[in-house]
């Protein structure tokens, strides 16, 4: 397929591109060396960890530039220390780094008409904690409105395109369904609260297609703490009974888990999607079940925050109806409110299976007792796992861990699995009732750093004693390596995470066991797919429009470390292997390899239109953010 630029990118392009003319950067030109110097240089360049680019595309120099000037890169996730020494940055950048986004956002939201009003061209009050109406606080004045309201991104609207209305409505970006001042519906039939639609769409928080979204009432009832949970409180008091009796033999079961009540679920030889904090959003979701994702995860939730009611802590539990297999993952360290959630997914929430987050390394979730700090915390491990199982009647649990939390020095087989301990937990899973094992093959002390450790991942295999599914996760980046772990290393199926933030159409590749040399023109057209899924969740308001800008930049920050596979001189490539400046074949192959976060943004504008006055942009995950963009001037965007 053609790799010209697509007519809408237009000039986001070309400040990059006559940026790279004016630095000079050397393209080579000489012609193709021998097979032998081609394979020393290949080695060469994987002993150093870099990619194996084609001499013909890689550059003797390059400038970044970067609040209007130029300097050489610093690698990737790095930066200087007090000392001047280079350092790791690692960890989260914190909400402060990205203040000037949140500023924007706020600002944009404060001039938007009242949700009911924009949408049904009607408000009512608003309902308050009793069911008695109250007076509506939100901006009602519509010809104020519509006169400072941003301008129309484009005539059509993506979301009424594809649904036949925009909960939006007079708020919306966009235009097609603005007529004499009000909201009407895709065939210009005016909107009202008694309207049809209002049933498939109660409003912009609950987009067609979605499940789990809960309103009001359950967000009071969870903060109420008005639920019934005696089926947990039953449950944890047999454990607590158990507890007192020194732990010995099986707790009391006073509600066993009725296996035929549960549907059957095979993970075997399925590819899953890790549960990826920011960035595993639901548009994003969307997108790789497009590509071929069979099995998708939703985003860690806090168990505690889910109690009290929070309704961002609530939207991660969100599914979209192409989910055809779902799960949620939540993380806490305490036995009863582990519990209460699960009772609470059972009940009330539309997915598969359950899954215990046991591998976050982040020590604000270890500090609850949660996230992988429960790997060394056996009894609470097991009064979670057998709780949280036995309320669980039709849905499965499943538990992500690491090889271990830290390394246990003292560990009687220290010389064979140098500290390791995930092999002692598992055949003490199955009993404990999980479904299916999840396991990442580093430490918590490890991050993401250093390679995961396949053959440690195959000893855990070998402790399976239940036929219990082995799904395994750590650096998988192409469909050898997906083949060869099922193949080879003891892995029932195989979870992807970065890899699939690089390039999500890696499902596509295992699923037809080919690598697929993707062009810059479908690369774009995925980004303009994840917008569009983006502005159906978030909405096509000012609010969802900036939303969806900001994840899809958030997700731009790995996707652009993806070299194309006509680029590199040796296949398959490695998760380890960072690229030398280069260029690509066309202008927007070489922009969607930049690493400069202001390239990002110019080209989410071709798609979301301009960024709102005070805009700035910096990767949340530090381990993948280059430079820190923010516009020059009020509104610009360079």
Not at 328 to 350: P, W
Not at 477 to 505: F, N
Not at 541 to 558: I, K, N, P, Q, Y
């Amino acid at each position: 397929m053609s790799s010209e630029i697509p007519a809408d990118v237009g000039d986001a392009v070309l400040p990059c591109a006559a940026l790279l003319a004016d630095a000079d950067p050397g393209r080579t030109t000489e012609p193709v060396p021998s097979e032998d110097e081609a394979g020393e240089r290949i080695r060469a360049a994987t002993a150093r960890c870099e990619a194996p680019i084609k001499p013909q595309y890689l550059l003797s120099q390059v400038a970044v530039q970067t609040h209007g000037k130029r300097q050489a890169p610093e690698e990737p996730g790095k930066g200087k220390g007090k000392d001047g020494q280079w350092k790791k940055r690692r960890g989260q950048n914190k909400a402060k780094d990205r203040e000037g986004n949140i500023s924007a956002m706020r600002s944009v939201r404060a001039t938007q008409l009242c949700s009911r009003l924009a949408y049904t061209n009607f408000c009512g009050g608003v309902s308050g904690s009793h069911g008695e109406k109250k007076e509506c606080k939100e901006n009602h004045d519509v010809e104020e409105a519509m006169r400072v309201k941003l301008p129309q991104i484009a005539d059509a609207c993506p979301v009424l395109q594809r649904n036949g209305i925009c909960a939006a409505g007079l708020n919306c970006r966009f235009g097609g369904h603005i007529v004499a001042g009000k909201n009407v519906d895709r065939d210009g039939v005016e909107l009202t609260p008694t309207s049809p639609w209002t049933v498939k769409v109660p409003g912009i928080g609950s987009p067609l297609g979605e499940a789990n979204a809960f309103g009001y009432d359950v967000i009071v009832s969870l903060r109420k703490r008005s639920i019934d949970f005696s089926r947990t409180s039953a449950v944890v008091k047999a454990w607590q009974r158990h507890m007192s009796n020194g732990a010995v033999g099986e707790p009391d079961k006073p509600i066993g888990v009725i296996e035929g009540e549960r549907r059957p679920i095979d993970f075997r030889g399925k590819t899953v999607l890790a549960p990826l904090t920011t960035v595993g959003n639901l548009p994003f979701r969307r997108l790789c079940v497009k590509l071929g994702c069979e099995v998708t995860v939703g985003e860690m939730a806090l168990a505690r925050t889910i109690l009290d009611g929070g309704p961002a802590e609530l939207s991660l539990l969100r599914r979209h109806e192409s989910e055809k297999c779902f799960g949620v993952q939540v993380a806490g360290g305490d036995v009863e409110e582990m519990t209460k959630v699960a009772q609470f997914v059972e009940d009330s929430v539309d997915c598969d299976f359950v899954d215990i987050n046991c591998g976050c390394p982040l020590d604000e979730v270890h500090k609850f007792g949660a996230g992988s700090r429960l790997m060394s915390r056996g009894k609470h491990m097991e009064g979670i796992v057998r709780c949280m199982s036995s309320v669980l009647r039709s849905k499965h649990l499943t538990l992500k861990m690491r090889t271990a939390h830290f390394e246990d020095k003292k560990a009687d087989d220290f010389e064979l699995f140098h500290g390791r301990t995930a092999h002692k937990l598992i055949p003490k899973l199955e009993s404990w009732g999980v479904s299916a094992i999840v396991i990442h093959g580093r430490t918590a002390r490890q991050r993401y750093t250093k390679l995961a450790d396949w053959d440690y991942v195959h000893e855990c295999s070998k402790r399976i004693t239940r036929n219990t599914p082995l799904i395994a996760c750590g650096d998988v980046l192409s469909w050898e390596e997906c083949q060869e772990h099922r193949r080879s290393h003891g892995a029932d199926a195989v979870m992807v995470g970065r890899g699939a933030l690089m390039k999500p159409w890696l499902f596509t590749e295992i699923n037809d066991s080919r690598h697929w040399d993707i062009s810059a023109n479908e690369r774009f057209d995925l980004m303009r797919d994840f917008v569009h899924y983006g502005l159906d969740h978030w909405g096509a308001d000012a609010r969802g429009v900036e939303t969806t800008r900001r994840f899809l930049l958030e997700w731009m920050s790995f996707s652009c470390r993806y070299v194309p596979v006509g680029l590199l001189e040796q296949l398959p490539s490695k998760m380890n292997w960072r690229p030398r400046p280069y260029v690509g074949r066309s202008d927007l192959e070489t922009k969607l390899a930049s690493q400069n976060a202001q390239d990002w943004v110019e080209m989410t504008e071709s798609l979301l239109g301009k960024v709102p006055d005070g805009f700035s942009f910096v990767p949340k995950h530090k381990s993948s953010s280059y430079e820190k963009s923010e516009g020059d001037a009020p509104g610009s965007s360079g």
